[in-house]
């Protein structure tokens, strides 16, 4: 295996260059065939030093706050959109000179800060965008449905009924989660039945996030039927912004055990930590991949993997693997570059991992290592 052999110093992401760019290259194309335009969804991967490369292939960022704002505008300097369900005052005022579109999550917000838009000296202002909640649940995952009984994520067709919508240029919905262009298309129908009646006095609309794009089963085709639909039948410039399908499958998360007992099982303690590291295995929850690994029964020799925390629950899960575990072997767990650096944590002092990118003829870059002063400054 590739990562026994790399010199790095674990635990460590490594963003494998040549897996991103596949995935780029395939949102590329669809921009390309549609002339939609695609956005990297910062909120899922965030590794700034990738920033011009990524911005060779798509049209710019997606924030969902002024940090985020300020990392697109600083680093890809392309389109810049943000949303947020509230905004500051301060912040707004930051925002309007860096963003190229501004998306509120209410009508309420939209009138605070109308003013602040029509007296700002930006030039050219930024196109403004209300978010909407076409209130059709496509998931399962009630935390990640924004539409979903009570939710606090966009404008519902009651909530708008009657108002004055001058000045808003694009609507924004954002329900899928990991999810096939079906859900997009029956998503798409309940937004046209509700919302278009709006669309004459619009010029973009934006899909959002959730779309698995660059998964090997998704349906490109009908992705692109759907943006075909509202750029021929409404005359609207359409927008997604995926941040898996930027980097999915693209990085791992190389981590090393650092002690083996046993507990009425075999249990194998890694200098990685679900808590920490990959925080949407207790989260989400699910179970991530290991390379050469297989479920609990798949394979002769049997682990409980866990972190090295103080915290019970730290359990990234139960593998299987086809030879006895020894301390100091290195695993690597797949899919590792989404929700993982920008949601780790140094709970217990635990050190963040490294990162670094794999070129080509494996040489490796390591970007940043993390220590003591990384948790300190937080504190």
């Known amino acids: 295996m590739i990562y026994n052999k790399l010199n790095i110093k674990t635990p460590c992401y490594v963003i494998d260059k040549a897996k991103l760019i596949r995935n780029l290259e395939i949102l590329n194309s669809v921009e390309r065939r549609t002339g939609c335009r695609i956005l990297l969804a910062q909120k899922a991967f965030s590794m700034y030093s990738l920033y011009p490369l990524i911005g060779e292939y798509i049209s710019g960022t997606a924030a969902s706050g002024l940090h985020e704002a300020r990392l697109g505008n ?32 209410s009508y309420g917000q939209f009138k605070k800060y109308q003013n602040d838009i029509q007296n700002s000296e930006t030039s050219p202002k930024p196109s403004i965008g209300l978010r909407i909640n076409p209130e059709y649940s496509t998931q399962n995952h009630a935390i990640y449905d924004p539409c979903a009984p009570f939710s606090r994520l966009g404008a519902t067709l009651e909530s708008i009924q009657g108002m004055d919508l001058s000045g808003i240029s694009g609507l924004h919905f954002h329900t899928l989660c990991q999810q096939n262009a079906d859900a997009l298309a029956a998503t798409l129908d309940a937004v046209i039945e509700k919302f278009g009646c709006i669309f004459p006095q619009l010029s973009w609309i934006n899909f959002g996030g959730g779309h698995h794009i660059t998964r090997e089963d998704y349906d490109i085709a009908l992705l692109e039927t759907c943006i075909k ?26 981590t090393e055990v ?58 990234i899960g139960d593998f299987a693997f086809d030879s006895p575990l020894t301390e100091g072997e290195r695993l690597v767990f797949t899919d590792m570059a989404i929700y993982t650096m920008v949601k780790n944590n140094t709970f217990n002092g635990m050190p963040l991992p490294s990162i670094a990118i794999l070129h080509g003829n494996n040489k490796i870059e390591t970007i940043k290592e993390f220590g003591y002063e990384d948790f300190k400054s937080r504190l």
């Open 258 to 315: 650092m002690s083996i007992i046993n507990n009425g099982m075999d249990i194998a303690i890694l200098d990685a930590s679900a808590a920490c590291h990959m925080p949407d295995v207790l989260e989400m929850p699910y179970r991530p991949e290991i390379s050469g690994a297989g479920g609990e029964n798949e394979k002769e020799y049997k682990y409980r993997l866990g972190g090295n925390t103080c915290l019970a629950g730290d359990i």
């Open 74 to 105: 600083e680093y890809m300097a392309k389109e810049n959109h943000v949303f947020s369900p509230a905004y500051t005052k301060s912040d707004f005022a930051e925002l309007l000179k860096i963003c190229s579109h501004l998306v509120f999550n």
């Open 229 to 254: 639909r509202l750029q021929n039948d409404y005359g609207l410039d359409v927008y997604l912004e995926p941040g898996e399908a930027v980097a999915l499958n693209a990085g791992v998360l190389v």
